[in-house]
Nanobody, 123 residues
Framework: QVQLVESGGGLVQAGGSLRLSCAAS????????MGWFRQTPGKERDFVAH???????SYADSVLGRFTISRDNAKNTVYLQMNSLKPDDTAVYYC?????????????????WGQGTQVTVSS
């Protein structure tokens, strides 16, 4: 049974940093892209970043230059380093595993999802 468990969320002041982790179990995902998305109440789940099986990355414009996605295949884990956080970054953050080797902005490309971790940035 595949399980994705996020951790590292919390409350931080604007300008601060957090590092999210997402540990996968049940199978390895070395040949799958992985991604991070975020969602606020009443809104759609939005793309944040993805990393391909080969390690190439892509980011939403709103986080480019502030967030960094990485993966450790030996640990079956994907990370999201978030720096210079803003109140607009407040959301529940979800990690996901894609069906494909290449990353995607589309939720439909991802077939495994974590339960989410809350990130709150105070002004």
């Amino acid at each position: 049974q595949v399980q994705l468990v996020e951790s590292g969320g919390g409350l931080v002041q604007a300008g601060g940093s957090l590092r999210l982790s997402c540990a996968a179990s049940g199978r390895t995902f070395n040949d799958n892209a992985m991604g991070w998305f975020r969602q606020t109440p009443g809104k759609e789940r939005d793309f944040v970043a993805h990393i391909s099986a080969g390690g190439s990355t892509s980011y939403a414009d709103s986080v480019l230059g502030r967030f960094t996605i990485s993966r450790d295949n030996a640990k079956n884990t994907v990370y999201l380093q978030m720096n210079s956080l803003k109140p607009d970054d407040t959301a529940v953050y979800y990690c996901a595993v894609s069906r494909y080797q290449l990353g995607s902005y589309s939720l439909g490309a991802y077939n495994y999802w974590g339960q989410g971790t809350q990130v709150t940035v105070s002004s």
